[in-house]
């Protein structure tokens, strides 16, 4: 199975400030297709998670511009720009090139 | 508005069953795989199970091949996740989604304990 390997595992930042998450698979996620089939997820507290990031750098609809995915092959990082109240809450990396999906441990993002 | 709404879950004794339901709208659902994923109280997400568009392919995580059946009607616009022989570290709560994760429900909690 790929394991994908988060870090930090806590996150504390100032508001106003960027944060950055890293996000490494056991094994490169290039499909067959060409594509990789990165994403990423926020889970506000109490809340179900929603999809940031799909396919490393694409946003969903709705998703605000300070979030950005990056990365290739192994490696892969979500960038909040300016880190605001409404971004607290856990963020986890998943693949969908390989089965089973599998989950990232997520990172917790609070504010200092 | 695509809408997910999961529904079935409870309390439930080691060696049970659940049947949980997940009611679609919104979106064509009959073109649409469907993924069931699962959070252990305090825990990370956890793939559970998916199923393409037609039904015709299903995979399931390791940890409950053999137990838990994934299966759907498109003409109602549901999938459902019978889950049998239900195990202690089962519990958490079930959430289904779009695809790959697009969109998810609100989730359904089971509670799996004697």
């Known amino acids: 199975d790929v394991v994908l390997t988060q870090s930090p595992l806590s996150l504390p930042v100032t508001l106003g400030q960027p944060a950055s998450i890293s996000c490494r698979s056991s094994?490169?996620?290039?499909?067959?297709?060409?594509?990789?089939?990165l994403n990423w997820f926020q889970q506000r507290p109490g809340q179900s998670p929603r999809r940031l990031i799909y396919t490393v750098s694409n946003r969903d609809s709705g998703v605000p511009d300070r979030f950005s995915g990056s990365g290739s092959g192994t490696d892969f990082t979500l960038k909040i720009s300016r880190v605001e109240a409404e971004d607290v809450g856990v963020y986890y990396c998943m693949q969908n090139t390989h089965w089973p999906l599998t989950f990232g441990g997520g990172t917790k993002v609070e504010i200092k | 508005e695509v809408q997910l709404v999961e529904s079935g879950g409870g309390f439930v004794q080691p060696g049970g069953s659940l049947r949980l339901s997940c009611a679609a709208s919104?979106?064509?659902?009959?073109?649409?795989?469907m993924t069931w994923v699962r959070q252990a109280p305090g825990k990370g997400l956890e793939w559970v199970s998916s199923i393409s568009a037609s039904g015709g392919v299903k995979n399931y995580a390791d940890s409950v091949k053999g137990r838990f059946t994934v299966s759907r009607e498109n003409s109602r616009n549901s999938v459902f996740l019978q889950m049998n022989s239900l195990r202690a570290d089962d519990t958490g709560v079930y959430y289904c989604?779009?695809?790959?994760?697009?969109?998810w429900g609100q989730g359904t909690l089971v509670i799996v304990s004697s």
């Open positions: 094994e490169s996620l290039v499909d067959s297709d060409g594509n990789t089939y």
């Open positions: 989604a779009k695809e790959a994760g697009d969109f």
């Open positions: 919104g979106f064509t659902f009959w073109t649409s795989a």
